[in-house]
């Protein structure tokens, strides 16, 4: 295998800004939501430790190396019984993740078109990555089945007696499926379209 150092400092960099960021974003709208078990937990916090998960940063180093697989952080703990309005926060709460790279990655381009800070091949190449990391990271969690955040963003969209029957095959098979769709490259074809079409919005290409 041909190690392009340079490409895998940057990348993992990316990842871990990214990851932080999204679960900050969880934690914080929780909060905002009622539910102060992000904050008792440390969670309302920017750095990347406070988000650690050994397993999942190993799978991150692995991922950002071979190109395969999946990295994660610590989940964030809430609950949504603390929820003003418990179905339509645990909406906002899940949604807020992905949202946070989205607004990520618009960043970044803005940076590159505008040519605010991209004054340098590496500042340029890093602010591309952080915009394909950012897409593919939200794109990725909005599939609807468990432990992403689109499962708990459409059960909350679903009518209550649709909710608790996809919940309940969610739970059962979510996973499997979830794995199968990794091993497969299935996730590839599913957020393939939509990121293309992200990336030629926001970088013009």
Not at 90 to 99: E, H, T
Not at 111 to 122: E, I, K, N, Q
Request: hydrophobic share 50%; aromatic share 10%.
């Amino acid at each position: 295998m041909d190690f392009d150092f340079y490409r895998i400092f940057v990348t993992l960099f990316a990842v871990v800004m990214s990851i932080t960021v999204h679960e900050f974003a969880h934690a914080a709208s929780a909060v905002l939501a009622g539910d102060d078990t992000p904050r008792r937990q440390g969670r309302i916090s920017l750095n990347p430790v406070d988000h650690f998960d050994p397993v999942g940063f190993i799978m991150i180093v692995f991922m950002t190396v071979t190109g395969f697989g999946i990295g994660w952080g610590k989940p964030v703990m809430v609950n949504p019984a603390n929820f003003r309005n418990p179905r339509r926060d645990d909406v906002l709460v899940s949604l807020w993740g992905p949202a946070s790279n989205i607004i990520m990655a618009t960043v970044c381009a803005l940076l590159l078109r505008t040519g605010v800070l991209a004054f340098s091949p590496g500042i340029r190449y890093f602010l591309i990555i952080m915009v394909v990391v950012n897409i593919g990271l939200a794109l990725f969690n909005l599939i609807p089945l468990p432990p992403l955040d689109g499962s708990h963003i459409l059960a909350g969209i679903l009518p209550p007696e649709s909710a608790r029957s996809y919940t309940q095959f969610a739970s059962q098979y979510g996973m499997a499926i979830l794995l199968l769709l990794l091993v497969t490259g299935g996730v590839r074809l599913i957020i393939g379209p939509p990121r293309d079409l992200l990336m030629t919005l926001l970088l013009g290409r």
